[in-house]
Every structure is written in C-alpha cells, then in structure tokens.
C-alpha cells in the first residue's frame, strides 16, 4: 500500500485528529505544528509556545492515507466542511493565528487540487475563504499528550462541546467515507 501525507490545520489540533481519524483510507493522523524549516532548537516548539500566537506555527494534524481507498478530494470535502475557513486566525472560541485554516501541501497534485477546490468554493455565504495553501515547510510532532487525544478525554468538556459535534457532522454527512 502507498500512502501519501497531507497537512491540514482546521483549528484546534484534537478536533482535526479527530475527525480525519474516523475515515476509512486513513492510515495515521497526527496533531503538531507546521512552520518555517528555520527554528531556532532541533527539538521544534512547545505546546505552550504556540499557544501564545507569537511564534510562526499553526496547530495541524499530519494525515498519512490510502489514496486508493480515500481520494485528495473527499479529503478536502471533509476538511471543508467540518470548520470555519472564511474566519482568520480563529475557530469557535479558539483565537489565535495558531488556528488559522490552512493546507500544508506535499506533491504539486494536491496544490493544484486544493487551489482549484478553494477558487470554486470561493465564498461561503458572503464571506471568501481564507484558507492557505502552501508548500510544508517543517512538520513538528506534538507533545505525547496531544495524541488521540478526544479517544482518551471524551468526556472532558471540551471534547463534548467542541468536538462531539464535529464528529457527529461528519458520521451524518460523510457516513460513506468511515472506517
């Protein structure tokens, strides 16, 4: 099996490791931070760092898929639709350019397909997306802790409030598309 690896940053990092984690083809999905190459220490940021909004890095997840069993654009469908990508630098009650919407693309394929999906999307509503679509510079793990971290806190607040809804969107919407 081949995969290939996608960067997306849809806001908080254990929403998006959520929901890429349910679709079938998925073969890994792993929050961390995408910025520049150039950082200053070979360990990359910190979790508290990031979450300043001072430092260059967004909050992503790394998906590894099949794409025989998942294409790039049910990728991007899901992506889509399951955060706000006309709101810069926030989702919800998540403020901050460390959440700010964005596809961290590794083949000249997904960016032709990501900017070709962004131009017929155009707006929602009255609002254009602001979604950006770049090139992964560097892609830093995020701290243990960060992982699986909805299967391991379900019933904390946040994962009720926040993600819950999410996932339930998407075994609604994209119920095909699960494992």
């Given at each position: 099996m081949e995969t290939e690896t996608i960067i997306f940053g849809g806001g908080c990092f254990w929403c998006t490791e959520a929901v890429f984690t349910m679709l079938k083809g998925v073969t890994s999905a792993e929050p961390g931070y995408a910025g520049p190459s150039t950082w200053l220490r070979a360990s990359g940021p910190t979790y508290e760092e990031v979450s300043t909004g001072e430092t260059p890095f967004i909050e992503v997840v790394k998906i590894e898929y099949d794409p025989d069993r998942l294409s790039f654009e049910e990728l991007l469908k899901v992506f889509f639709a399951t955060h706000d990508p006309t709101t810069p630098n926030r989702q919800g009650n998540d403020v901050g350019?460390?959440?700010?919407?964005?596809?961290?693309?590794?083949?000249?394929?997904q960016k032709k397909k990501a900017e070709h999906y962004v131009m017929m999307l155009g707006k929602i509503g009255n609002k254009p997306i602001v979604t950006t679509v770049a090139p992964l510079e560097k892609f830093w793990p995020a701290e243990d802790y960060h992982k699986q971290y909805y299967e391991h806190h379900k019933d904390a607040p946040y994962c009720q409030v926040v993600i819950d809804p999410k996932v339930e969107k998407v075994q609604e919407k994209f119920g095909n598309l699960l494992k």
């Amino acid at each position: 099996m081949e995969t290939e690896t996608i960067i997306f940053g849809g806001g908080c990092f254990w929403c998006t490791e959520a929901v890429f984690t349910m679709l079938k083809g998925v073969t890994s999905a792993e929050p961390g931070y995408a910025g520049p190459s150039t950082w200053l220490r070979a360990s990359g940021p910190t979790y508290e760092e990031v979450s300043t909004g001072e430092t260059p890095f967004i909050e992503v997840v790394k998906i590894e898929y099949d794409p025989d069993r998942l294409s790039f654009e049910e990728l991007l469908k899901v992506f889509f639709a399951t955060h706000d990508p006309t709101t810069p630098n926030r989702q919800g009650n998540d403020v901050g350019p460390q959440y700010h919407s964005a596809i961290f693309y590794t083949t000249q394929q997904q960016k032709k397909k990501a900017e070709h999906y962004v131009m017929m999307l155009g707006k929602i509503g009255n609002k254009p997306i602001v979604t950006t679509v770049a090139p992964l510079e560097k892609f830093w793990p995020a701290e243990d802790y960060h992982k699986q971290y909805y299967e391991h806190h379900k019933d904390a607040p946040y994962c009720q409030v926040v993600i819950d809804p999410k996932v339930e969107k998407v075994q609604e919407k994209f119920g095909n598309l699960l494992k």
